[in-house]
């Protein structure tokens, strides 16, 4: 079955940056779009960024600038790095596939913004 586990998550300071990582395992990783999400405490789960199976990057504005997705088919795994950080990224950071209009999430890597 398709699963997938987050890590990278820690307790960092604003305007530090920190490399979460998504592997993945049960499914042909090469061959589907992944994506990053959030949510934070009381509120809705949000997209992140995306990445294509061309490579092809998308991102949501408040992350423009400052965060990068990318993926490493060798290794099944999507990372995202985060810089510039602020207070209001905290939250639980999750990855998703979609494949047969089914979604499969990570059981999530929390990331908290503090001095």
């Known amino acids: 079955q398709v699963q997938l586990v987050e890590s990278g998550g820690d307790l960092v300071q604003p305007g530090g940056s920190l490399r979460l990582s998504c592997k993945a395992s049960?499914?042909?990783?090469?061959?589907?779009?992944m994506a990053w999400y959030r949510q934070a405490p009381g509120k809705q789960r949000e997209l992140v960024a995306g990445?294509?199976?061309?490579?092809?990057?998308n991102y949501a504005d408040f992350v423009k600038g400052r965060f990068t997705i990318s993926r490493d088919n060798a290794k099944n795994t999507v990372y995202l790095q985060m810089s510039s950080l602020k207070p209001e990224d905290t939250a639980v950071y999750h990855c998703?596939?979609?494949?047969?209009?089914?979604?499969?999430w990570g059981q999530g890597t929390q990331v908290t913004v503090s001095s």
């Open positions: 998703k596939v979609t494949i047969a209009f089914t979604n499969y």
């Open positions: 049960g499914l042909i990783f090469s061959k589907n779009a």
């Open positions: 990445i294509t199976v061309a490579g092809n990057t």
